[in-house]
């Protein structure tokens, strides 16, 4: 939660929205009664664009400094429609059914609003008081070279991770979860501090991301990748 000095003009629509603007003007009572009600409260959240099997939930996403991109989540729909578009058609959840069906990766509360909460998948996990899955669970299993990319991904990837010295190749593969989410992996081997969370931000600030996307990073000396070579080995 950010000063609230800095923030613009915020009227409360619902009680949520209230605990919310307490929390983040007050102290660990304020914080607490909000993280309380949270998973009780409807939470809005807009549907990515696409084709996708009927049991299978992609949300839209906006990208974050130095990590993967966090799913977009609302107070109000109000709140969705005014960052995502008029057409978003905003869709309510029950707060702990759709913290649950997410947790595995970050969340932002109310992105480009003056009150919100960025979530990791362990805060989340925190909410509604359940263990996170285990890593292997959170590595896809399976991947492939994507026909299709979001568009100027591959371009902004190539720009900034060619440039960085100590990344000594990139893939960029299409990849399956266990719990049948579908997105893209970024399987990139660098030397030393190659500062991937810079070069990720760069890469991403300018682009709408709507798909899942989650970065490893392993040693030159690993096998190669799958996908797109983003970097060519060197």
């Known amino acids: 939660m950010t000063d609230a000095a800095a923030r613009p003009p915020?009227?409360?629509?619902?009680?949520?929205?209230?605990?919310?603007?307490?929390?983040?003007s007050g102290g660990a009572e304020e914080r607490a009664a909000f993280q309380a009600a949270v998973p009780d409260h409807p939470l809005w959240a807009v549907r990515a664009p696409g084709e996708v099997a009927d049991d299978v939930l992609r949300l839209r996403s906006v990208a974050q400094p130095g990590g993967p991109a966090a799913t977009a989540l609302f107070t109000a729909a109000e709140r969705a429609s005014a960052v995502m578009g008029e057409a978003a058609?905003?869709?309510?959840?029950?707060g702990r059914d759709l913290l649950e069906a997410i947790r595995a990766n970050p969340a932002v509360l109310n992105p480009g609003h003056g009150y919100g909460v960025?979530?990791?998948p362990d805060a989340m996990a925190s909410l509604i008081g359940r263990p996170n899955p285990l890593p292997a669970d959170r590595y896809p299993t399976e991947v492939a070279r994507p026909a299709d990319t979001p568009p100027g991904l591959v371009e902004a990837l190539t720009r900034e991770f060619s440039a960085a010295p100590a990344v000594k190749a990139v893939w960029l593969a299409l990849a399956r979860w266990r719990d049948g989410?579908?997105?893209f992996l970024l399987d990139i081997r660098a030397d030393g501090d190659a500062a991937v969370p810079v070069l990720m931000e760069r890469a991403l600030k300018d682009l709408t991301l709507?798909?899942?996307l989650d970065v490893v990073v392993g040693s030159p000396a690993e096998a190669p990748g799958v996908g797109l070579e983003i970097v060519a080995p060197r």
């Open 118 to 120: 960025r979530w990791s």
């Open 10 to 24: 915020f009227e409360p629509l619902n009680d949520l929205e209230r605990l919310l603007m307490a929390a983040a």
């Open 89 to 94: 058609d905003p869709v309510a959840f029950p």
């Open 210 to 212: 709507d798909a899942r």
């Open 181 to 183: 989410e579908q997105g």
